[in-house]
């Protein structure tokens, strides 16, 4: 099974600052890749597919980009609302993985 | 709007085994277009793909359960149901369903449900 790795596992950011999230698959997914945000006691959303297609409804704050095994989730000026886990999921071969998620905290 | 609902035990004793369903309403289960499949995020830990199935039927399941699980649909009621026997307590979890979009082939979540919180304990 493909396996999905995100960095860091905490990122401590500042509201209005930007935060760069990684993830990196075992093996190419070309661009079948989602990110999704969770927060505490609620189920994931869908952010992003297609490894940089925004799901309906996102703010446009949100963007993907990466291509292969490398990844990256970018969150152009943080709000107060996007402090949260945050996954990213390969859909290119069954087994579906997950990353382990990264937390983006208030600093 | 598609929208998901999990329903069943919240507790299950230690080798017994898991029964839940998801109800799916403001679409169909037979859409070409999505598998439907289950997700489990134990406390404090990070999500696990369970498994998913087709309207026909066709399944895929994570590999480390595989031995344990059934998914299984039934389109007269619009839902599909998830079976894990055998459990302990690792297998205690919030259990989400959610639908898997994929009109080329390649399936993503685009809907989950709520979640429903299941406890191993005897």
């Known amino acids: 099974e493909i396996v999905m790795t995100q960095s860091p596992a905490t990122l401590s950011v500042s509201p209005g600052e930007r935060a760069t999230l990684s993830c990196r698959a075992s093996?190419?997914?070309?661009?079948?890749l989602a990110w999704y945000q969770q927060k505490p006691g609620q189920a994931p959303r869908l952010l992003i597919y297609?490894?940089?297609t925004r799901a309906t409804g996102i703010p446009t704050r949100f963007s993907g980009s990466g291509f292969g095994t490398d990844f990256t989730l970018t969150i152009s000026s943080l709000q107060s609302e996007d402090f949260a886990v945050y996954y990213c999921q390969q859909y290119d071969d069954w087994p579906i993985t997950f990353g382990r998620g990264t937390k983006v905290e208030i600093k | 709007q598609l929208q998901l609902q999990e329903s069943g035990p919240g507790l299950v004793k230690p080798s017994e085994t898991l029964s839940l369903t998801c109800t799916v309403s403001g679409g169909s289960i037979s859409s070409s277009s999505y598998y439907w499949g289950w997700i489990r995020q134990p406390p404090g830990e990070g999500l696990e793909w369970i498994g998913a199935i087709y309207y026909n039927g066709n399944t895929f399941y994570n590999s480390s359960l595989q031995s344990r699980v059934t998914i299984s649909v039934d389109t007269s009621k619009n839902h599909f149901s998830l079976k894990l026997n055998s459990v302990t307590a690792a297998d205690a979890a919030v259990y989400y369903c959610?639908?898997?979009?994929?009109?080329?082939?390649?399936?993503?979540?685009?809907?989950w449900g709520e979640g429903t919180t299941v406890t191993v304990s005897s």
């Open positions: 297609g490894a940089s």
């Open positions: 959610a639908s898997h979009y994929g009109p080329k082939g390649y399936y993503y979540m685009d809907v």
């Open positions: 093996q190419s997914v070309s661009s079948i």
